[in-house]
């Protein structure tokens, strides 16, 4: 991917932010964070489904998203039905809460910062909730965001709720899991087949709440109009393969439509735990 360069911004000329240094950052970093022409006009719709699967008595899943602050966001909750249940909601309701002032005129916010600031005071308001109620205690969760900005989108993860783009007909998988299993495939200890049947599948490694201080891998990107975002936790991505996720949204539906096809997919495969997904639709 080319660097797109810095614009400067109509409202007050500058081009400055800089961003920390992200590990996973993925294109020129000044773009994340200077003020932004908007160059070209792209809109997002968005549609989104959660199910408690077959086997578990709860949903500890957490989904929320506003369009007009474009902000999406599905968590995975742990640490026991009630307090998985409180984390998960926690998480999705502090980070749109934090963002909602960010609307899409508000354009000389640098986005990345402040996702990475919501999510901070999410972790922050997890992990003291859990220090002050011993019932809580331990509890956290998965997080897998997204923001947009006109052509600009900026994904945000912690554990192993993943973000997928479809482009042409094609799934790609923008996020990498922070799981023990993943991180042995990715150094090359363990082969994607014996991952998936490892008995440690369940662990991660990053999990929001459970710590002080945690930090999301960050991914930036450029959206065309066509692109498919879809959010989800590991109760889709466990019981469907890439392929069959890629197949079904390949098919011509709405994205409620989408969102309902790939659970009930998730379900007939053995819904095992709680499924959700949460499919955001760049438009011309
Ligand atoms: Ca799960």
Redesign the pocket.
Known sequence: MNCPGVERCRKCGGTEGRLPEYRFYRVCTLIGGGCLVATASVHYLAAAVTDRGRKRPSN??AFGYSIEDGVYVVC?GMGGAAAGEIASSLAVDEVLKLLDHQGPNSKCEPMPEAMESAILAANDAIYTRSLRNQRLSGMGTTLVALAVREKHAWVLNIGDSRCYRLRRGKLEQITSDHSLVEEQVRNGRMSRADALRSPLKNVITRALGTQGRVTPDLFALETEPGDLFLLC???LTRELSDSTIEALLSERRSLADHCTNLVEAAKRAGGQ??ITCLLVRAEA
């Open positions: 500890e899943d995975d936790t590991d109760g735990d709680n």
